[in-house]
């Protein structure tokens, strides 16, 4: 058997030439294509990976945040219940201390309500004991002379000042019944032994005086009677300050 070494030839070039074709024509756009696809492959892995990454991070951050909303939410109702018990026991207080300011305030009225009753019972039963008295000692009054002692004793105790205004009269000696001519005389000489001075005297009667005289001027009155001496005793027994 001969080999057609022409055929052959044509045969080796044909193929050459196909193969070149092959390659230029379907090999090189197909493993373009394929190293095309190969790489948006690889980068669609990627940005799955890189997506699962930051898929992860957020879940991560999102637990942080998480985490630290309920830190902050504690921390939120911690103060709130600080605040709202701070609150309630300055509320407690408050009220305790206007409860004990109206209990102190209710028993110092009810202690000054007791005292004036007390006081008014004193006054109603020193004016009562007064009025008996006075009764009584309107019944049996010693004579005016019998006062005339106390009367002087009270005109030398005053200040200079006052027994100098009493010179300069008028004078009034007032007595519960009218006086004999000779009191009226025995007056007038002790009073102007005192006064250093003749003053003229005008004699009235008073019978709320029950008993004892009185000597009535501008700027003084003298008491030497019964009626001043009831009214100062009620006084004290009602326990008024200043009773004299």
């Keep these: 058997m001969s080999l057609d070494w022409w055929t052959l030839a044509l ?16 090999f090189l756009p197909v493993s373009q294509v394929v190293a095309a696809r190969r790489a948006e492959s690889n980068k669609l892995l990627a940005d799955a990976e890189a997506g699962r990454k930051r898929a992860q991070e957020l879940e991560g951050a999102a ?13 939120i109702l911690g103060a709130a ?21 109206a209990l102190a305030e209710a028993k110092l009225r009810t202690t000054r309500q007791a005292e004036e009753a007390a006081r008014d019972l004193r006054r109603q039963a020193a004016r009562l004991a007064g009025a008996m008295a006075g009764r009584l000692a309107s ?16 005109l030398v105790a005053l200040p200079d000042a006052t027994r100098q205004a009493l010179r ?31 003053v003229a005297l005008r004699f009235v009667t008073d019978p709320s005086l029950i008993a004892g005289l009185e000597l009535r001027g501008a700027h003084a009155a003298l008491h030497g009677n019964w009626a ?12 008024d300050d200043g009773a004299v």
């Design 11 to 26: 045969q080796a070039v044909n193929f050459l030439v196909l193969a070149w074709l092959l390659q230029h024509f379907l």
């Design 63 to 75: 637990l942080k945040q998480r985490e630290g909303f309920a830190k902050e939410r504690e921390a």
């Design 81 to 101: 219940r600080e605040a709202a018990e701070t609150e309630a026991k300055a509320m407690l207080d408050h009220a305790r201390a206007q409860a004990d300011q």
């Design 139 to 154: 019944q049996a009054t010693p004579p005016a002379e019998a006062f005339l002692p106390r009367l002087i004793e009270a």
């Design 168 to 198: 300069s009269g008028p004078l009034e000696v007032a007595s519960a019944a009218a006086l004999p001519a000779d009191t009226q005389a025995t007056l007038c000489q002790s009073i102007a032994e005192h006064l250093g001075t003749d």
């Design 228 to 239: 001043a001496d009831l009214e100062a005793l009620t006084a004290r027994a009602a326990g």
